[in-house]
């Protein structure tokens, strides 16, 4: 289990929780149990910890995540649990983002999955992954904005051992298989999945310095890591 840092501890502190939204264990164990659902440490943890939430990044409403899993409502009146079935596991809905039309599922191991049509992928390897994630974002300074660009990386090992070598921090709390996030002056690179089957990975900047951005996404381009 990925414990919370203090940053995402005290992120959640400050945030609204919608309590019709979330139980004790033994109660998240029972409901799971009459249902015939496998229980599982992750989808528990979801319910108990998490379930109810409303993850958002200042200044960036679209960008809201409401962690929803079993209401009270349906636990009192004992409502059946759709479950969905992959790769010989099953997924439960788990919230809905502000703006993104996707389907948001857990699953057994506690990985977040997001689906659209034919495109099913993990978009965070856990809820304290995503939770990392939101603090990182939320704590960028008020003075940053996000640039208007995307890059595709080309190259993601090297990629990173490039801005290693620019002397760009990897913020290791916020950091899982599908989310990194660099920091150093007055530039943020954000690598993150890409929201489709294709396994690909796409960087985004924030920053206060035009031309320090500008240059960085050019040199990242004639190095060939990124396009």
Known sequence: MKQLSKRAEKYLSGLFRDMKWCCDKDNAVKYMESN????????????VDYSGYDLVVKGDEDETFYMRLFSRDAMSKGKFIEVFESDGGIMIDCGYHQTAQYNFLINE???IIAESGKDSFVLHSSA?????????????PDDFHKFNRYCEVL????????LFRRNFRLDRASEDKYHSYFTHGNVIVCCSIVWTNEKKYILSFYGNDEKSYT???EDLIKNGLCR
Do not use: T
């Not at 015939?36 to 319910?47: A, D, G, L, T």
């Open 155 to 162: 190259d993601k090992d090297n990629l990173f051992a490039y």
């Open 109 to 111: 191991n506690g990985e």
């Open 128 to 140: 304290e992954a995503m939770i990392e994630s939101y603090a990182f974002l939320n704590s960028i």
């Open 215 to 217: 240059q960085l996404c």
């Open 36 to 47: 015939s659902i496998p229980v599982s440490k992750p989808v528990v943890r979801y319910q």
